[in-house]
């Protein structure tokens, strides 16, 4: 099944607003109903695709005949551009500027080489497509002709060590398919994004993905132990030990590198076996500083929850932190934050971990609320983009960006985005609701997790452009890292380029050009043109 080519994921799953939302929408941000409705994909006016027929051809044959080609309408608009709120708002408008000119179809390794000389041979830049989850503008590259390498044909498990407990994956494997596949195993990835229902296993490694239960299973990019990617110069195979001191680490060279240097075509991975239990329970903290420390407190000392995630006052009192009860809960009596902890592993460890993390939340101020705000959180942990999509219906815009610091700077992060968000927004007409929440702890910091909820504005992207910008400068000269685990793409290539300072992208660069001379794949994501 392909997801929603105009919003997110299954359509079937779409609900209108609660009547308590609409009504804080209209009377909180003066959030109007949208004059115009979304076009018809049918009615969005493509032109034919530029390719001529000998490239078409090449490309047949490349891999393995014309149905694995395609240059209608209709599989070019579901390959256009990524799932950010710029994104849905353009597409929802008919904008197709950005359309791949085909979407290939590869079916193995051999094939995504060949793919590689045929584009090499006829000028045409490649964009590797995964789940097409990119909130960052992955998958629109600079403008030019491309085609969009769709990698769902390549969903295979390819091998379970058990006694290594690691696993080979395709990289066009979803992540509940790679899951159930796994499950036979006796194993899971324990990898949980809130993308989970429809990224690919290629694209958690591409972007550095961290899933919501990354306090327990760690980041994806920590459970990558090898790659097998194809370039247009050839093979590249990273990996071949749990930890070496051969030299630097070429898997980090990849990891993250969201297809500008390579199409990564296997993936080997760290499973653990299945848990025997799941526990999650709700935690009450009077402000986000008092839960924002409980947090750390736990990181650094222990014991680590499995899952471990605190919502601001706003964001408690919206009710975000679980998006699927949202609008139904007593707003008077949420004052406070709210915290998330979750447990997984066997009987035994799963109750002696909770235990133990509750005396240091109770010691650190926390109250216990019980199971059902913890059971709610993980039964709507993947609604929130579906709620995007009925805030945008309604009218409102509503958008997420997320970064990540040290603990000491947290604080200054966290105002100073804050800060950055409202001002803006709020000098152009539209103050907005900004809400925050810690998803992902470490020993040494956490990252910060904002979504900003306003009017529309009469052009809503170009209105929410200046925002945007004023929160990534304030991530900078507050030390935060412009992306946590959404990436780089387009959307924050200018601020990543300052982060990673004049010779670290030189050196990006001098990689960019042994391994992709002709600069094919992915032109102007991560690393803007020389």
């Known amino acids: 099944m392909d997801m929603l080519w105009s919003g997110w994921g299954d359509p079937a799953k779409a609900a209108p607003l609660p009547d308590p939302v609409t009504a804080l929408l209209r009377d909180l941000l003066g959030v109007k109903p949208r004059d115009t409705g979304t076009l018809a994909l049918e009615e969005i006016p493509l032109p034919e695709s530029p390719l001529d027929t000998a490239a078409l051809r090449a490309l047949a044959a490349a891999v393995g005949g014309e149905a694995h080609v395609r240059t209608d309408a209709e599989s070019r608009i579901r390959h256009t551009r990524g799932k950010s709120t710029p994104d849905l708002l353009r597409i929802r408008a008919g904008d197709v500027v950005d359309a791949p000119a085909a979407v290939v179809l590869p079916a193995t390794h051999a094939e995504v080489l060949a793919v590689l000389r045929v584009c090499g041979e006829h000028s045409l830049a490649v964009v590797p497509f995964g789940g097409g989850t990119s909130v960052v503008g992955g998958l629109a590259p600079e403008r030019r002709v491309f085609v969009a390498l769709d990698l769902r044909r390549m969903d295979a498990l390819l091998d379970v060590d058990p006694i290594s407990r690691t696993a080979t994956l395709q990289p066009g494997l979803r992540a509940p398919d790679a899951e159930a596949l796994l499950a036979g195993h006796g194993f899971t990835l324990g990898h949980f994004p809130q993308s989970y229902e429809w990224a690919t296993i ?75 239990k799941r526990i999650y329970e709700g935690w009450r903290f009077a402000s986000f500083e008092q839960g924002a420390a409980a947090l750390r407190r736990l990181a650094q000392d222990g014991p680590r929850p499995t899952v471990l995630r605190l919502s601001d006052e706003t964001e408690t009192f919206v009710g975000l932190a679980q998006p699927d009860a949202i609008g139904s809960a007593d707003l008077s009596a949420n004052a406070g934050c709210t915290a998330i902890a979750g447990y997984e592993g066997t009987q ?39 709620l995007r999509d009925s805030l945008l219906d309604a009218g409102a815009f509503a958008e997420t960006l997320e970064t990540a610091a040290f603990w000491s700077r947290i604080p200054e992060l966290y105002a100073a985005v804050r800060t950055a968000l409202t001002e803006t927004l709020t000098a152009a007409g539209t103050p907005p609701l900004v809400m925050c929440h810690i998803s992902h702890v470490y020993e040494n910091g956490a990252s910060l997790y904002f979504t900003v909820v306003g009017a529309q504005g009469e052009d809503a992207v170009a209105h929410w452009a200046p925002a945007k910008a004023a929160a990534c400068e304030a991530v900078l000269n507050a030390g935060g890292t412009i992306s946590h685990h959404h990436g780089v793409g387009t959307d924050h290539r200018d601020w990543y380029v300052r982060e990673a300072g004049p010779l670290g992208v030189e050196a990006l660069r001098a990689v960019k050009r042994r391994l992709d001379p002709d600069g094919l794949l992915n032109p102007g994501v991560l690393l803007p043109k020389d």
């Open 348 to 386: 035994e460890e799963t109750e002696r971990r909770r235990e133990q993390a509750a005396a240091v939340l109770r010691a650190a101020g926390g109250t216990l609320l019980g199971a059902e705000p913890g059971e709610r959180w993980a039964h709507g942990r993947y609604a929130a983009p579906y």
């Open 202 to 276: 290629g694209g958690f490694a591409a972007a550095r993905s961290s899933g919501q239960a990354s306090a327990g299973y760690g980041r994806f990019d920590e459970m990558v132990l090898g790659l097998t990617v194809a370039t247009p110069e050839g093979t590249l195979e990273v990996g071949r030990a749990p930890r070496s001191a051969a030299g630097p680490d070429l898997r980090q060279l990849i990891l993250g590198s969201e297809g500008a240097f390579g199409v990564i075509t296997a993936v080997t991975v760290r499973v653990r076996p299945q848990p025997q």
